[in-house]
């Protein structure tokens, strides 16, 4: 068996190759963590009203399973995402709770096992500022060289809390349904920003008799918050037998806007003092914001249908169990995730770019379909100490997205890569309650992304770009991801 587990972990990224942005970043601090959530035939303990409700049926005795601590540490570096040897850092640590549950059978009716749980499916944050300062010769109607200072802020906070019911029933010895519906609470919380400058150098003597001093600015700004409660459900099934057991499991897109708040939404746009590289006329300046809040704010926040497959696999004594699982998510067309009706007052001056000033604070949103797949393993060494291990693949779901008929650069600004989670752990027994701690690595990685902006290159008016004093950017983006979480859990079994 030990075999069958090591091959599976080494073909897996070949089988599946068809944050928050990743949908199985997730953890739940409890031992379907430590097998990286593989546990959808089976196996998945406090955590079945999520993974597969049909397993709820396979609790013995009431349980309450709660979350003490998850500490997790991560550093995401992005080179070049602002020009040529211009990156993008971020690292933080943080102490989160997140997830408790409760199950129970019903004494009257033995076929019935009921959960009610908490959860955070979804919490990441990403934040980092930029300042650049240099000389260069970039104004072409100003003589000697200009002082170039660009500052630029990203930051990109994302929760999403789950609060569910769910109950198993078993039908005979062999085949168990179960549903779970649940609210899910997402919260959103996204800004970015860049100011960029060209002036009069100081320190050129020539310049300043000729013109005091002189400035040209370019500057995009853009911020978004809201929470959003919508309803979904989960239908699951599980056949089991001696040796093993298989499990399929239904999650609906979420369906309908319970209630909405928190909702803020603005952007602006500005251009001064740029005039025409080639013929050295002046361009048109141009002043563009709004802001909305509120009511006048529409929220529609999407989830995708998704299907999932597991198989759990014992050797003749048990001590040894093989979990598998994959998922398939649906494709969610491109779709206005945040809109509202503009200001009459919309733009000031005269108006040098008109493509995208429809729908000035709609920010957009979609998902291609992806596949993932997991693999965990479960050694008992004895009736009080349990061995977990597992991998997993988790996909991107906005990589190389076509956003039409909607304009690409309406959307959330995020860093698009693929990530891979190894697991490992122990649950040990003490007088009767179960104690879990592990540990789970992240690795992402993706090449060939385009750049946010380019400003190791900039020129007065990029025509490509269609924006002032940047470069044109390319492909050189790098992202990488490395994250270390600690679990620590705690089931304790109210039981004879």
Do not use: C
Not at 164 to 174: H, K
Not at 362 to 390: D, H, K, P, Q
Not at 404 to 424: A, C, G, M, R
Request: proline share 3%; net charge negative.
């Amino acid at each position: 068996m030990q075999k069958i587990f090591y091959l599976f972990i080494f073909i897996i990224p070949l089988l599946a190759k068809g944050q928050t942005d990743n949908y199985w970043s997730r953890n739940f601090n409890e031992e379907s963590s430590l097998l990286s959530g593989a546990v959808v035939g089976g196996g998945a303990g406090a955590s079945a009203i999520f993974y597969n409700p049909a397993s709820i049926s396979e609790i013995e005795e009431s349980k309450l399973s709660l979350n003490a601590s998850l500490f997790s540490y991560e550093v995401l570096n992005s080179r070049n995402a602002l020009g040529d040897d211009i990156d993008f850092y971020d690292s933080r640590s943080y102490v989160i709770p997140r997830f408790f549950s409760y199950m129970f059978k019903l004494k009257k009716h033995l076929n019935w096992s009921l959960e009610v749980a908490f959860l955070n499916n979804a919490n990441f944050l990403t934040e980092s500022t930029n300042f650049i300062d240099k000389n260069i010769d970039i104004l072409t109607h100003e003589p000697g060289v200009e002082r170039y200072t660009s500052f630029s802020k990203y930051s990109n906070k994302a929760r999403d809390d789950w609060f569910g019911v769910g109950g198993s029933y078993n039908l005979n010895d062999e085949f168990v349904i179960g549903t779970s519906m649940f609210v899910s609470a997402k919260t959103n919380e996204y800004s970015y920003a860049i100011n960029i400058e060209a002036g009069t150098n100081p320190n050129d003597v020539s310049t300043l008799t000729e013109n005091p001093y002189f400035s040209a600015k370019y500057n995009e700004e853009e911020y978004l918050k809201f929470n959003d409660y919508r309803l979904l459900w989960k239908f699951g099934l599980l056949y089991k037998v001696s040796r093993f057991s298989v499990g399929l499991n239904f999650t609906t897109p979420s369906i309908g806007n319970i209630y909405s708040d928190g909702k803020k939404l603005f952007r602006r746009k500005s251009q001064y003092n740029i005039s025409d590289p080639e013929t050295g006329k002046d361009l048109p300046n141009y002043f563009i914001t709004d802001y909305k809040e509120k009511k006048e704010v529409n929220v529609n926040s999407k989830t995708p249908l998704s299907v999932a497959l597991g198989l759990t696999y014992y050797n003749p004594d048990k001590t040894k169990t093989l979990y598998l699982t994959a998922e398939y998510f649906a494709k969610i067309d491109p779709y206005r995730m945040v809109e509202t009706e503009e200001s009459d007052n919309l733009a000031d001056g005269t108006i040098f770019e008109t493509s995208d000033h429809n729908e000035w604070l709609t920010f957009i949103n979609g998902a291609r379909s992806v596949f993932n797949a997991a693999v965990g393993y479960r050694w008992i060494l004895n009736e009080n100490l349990m061995i977990l291990a597992g991998f997993r693949t988790d996909f991107n779901h906005k990589k190389n997205v076509d956003f039409n008929p909607y304009v690409q650069e309406k959307t959330i600004k995020s860093f698009v890569l693929d990530k891979y989670h190894i697991t490992s752990g122990l649950t040990i027994n003490i007088l009767g309650h179960d104690f879990i701690t592990g540990f789970q690595y992240t690795l992402g990685h993706e090449n060939g992304q385009k750049q946010y902006v380019n400003l190791s290159d900039p020129i007065e008016f990029n025509y490509e770009e269609m924006k002032a004093l940047q470069g044109t950017r390319d492909i050189s983006m790098q992202t990488i991801l490395n994250s270390v979480s600690l679990y620590f859990g705690a089931t304790i079994n109210f039981g004879e």
